[in-house]
């Protein structure tokens, strides 16, 4: 089994900042690609920004600039860093990650329940 659980959303004003966490944990051979994705009400869910496993990252158009996806190998851990935030940054945000499974070393990819974060005055 492996879990993806995110934490950092909330309510923030606009021109504000939010950082999220996503930690992976279970059983976990090894770690690959870690992505943000987020889905705004009535709109499908799309890709924020990822990370490769050596450190390469991929940003949409709309968040480059402002955001800053991160991980950290030593914690299974991947981060969000969202500067300067915008009332259509409001959605909910999902932590996605490929990971690897001891048992038959397949590469799996694995989705966070989600943690919702609101841009407003």
């Known amino acids: 089994q492996v879990q993806l659980v995110e934490s950092g959303g909330g309510l923030v004003q606009p021109g504000g900042s939010l950082r999220l966490s996503c930690v992976v944990s279970?059983?976990?051979?090894?770690?690959?690609?870690m992505a943000w994705y987020r889905q705004a009400p009535g709109k499908q869910r799309e890709l924020v920004a990822s990370?490769?496993?050596?450190?390469?990252?991929n940003y949409a158009d709309s968040v480059k600039g402002r955001f800053t996806i991160s991980r950290d190998n030593a914690k299974n851990t991947v981060y969000l860093q969202m500067n300067s935030l915008k009332p259509e940054d409001t959605a909910d945000y999902y932590c996605?990650?490929?990971?690897?499974?001891?048992?038959?070393?397949?590469?799996?990819?694995?989705w966070g329940q989600g943690t919702q974060v609101t841009v407003s005055s």
């Open positions: 996605n990650a490929g990971v690897q499974i001891p048992s038959t070393l397949t590469i799996n990819t694995y």
């Open positions: 279970g059983s976990i051979f090894s770690i690959y690609s």
């Open positions: 990370i490769t496993k050596g450190g390469r990252t």
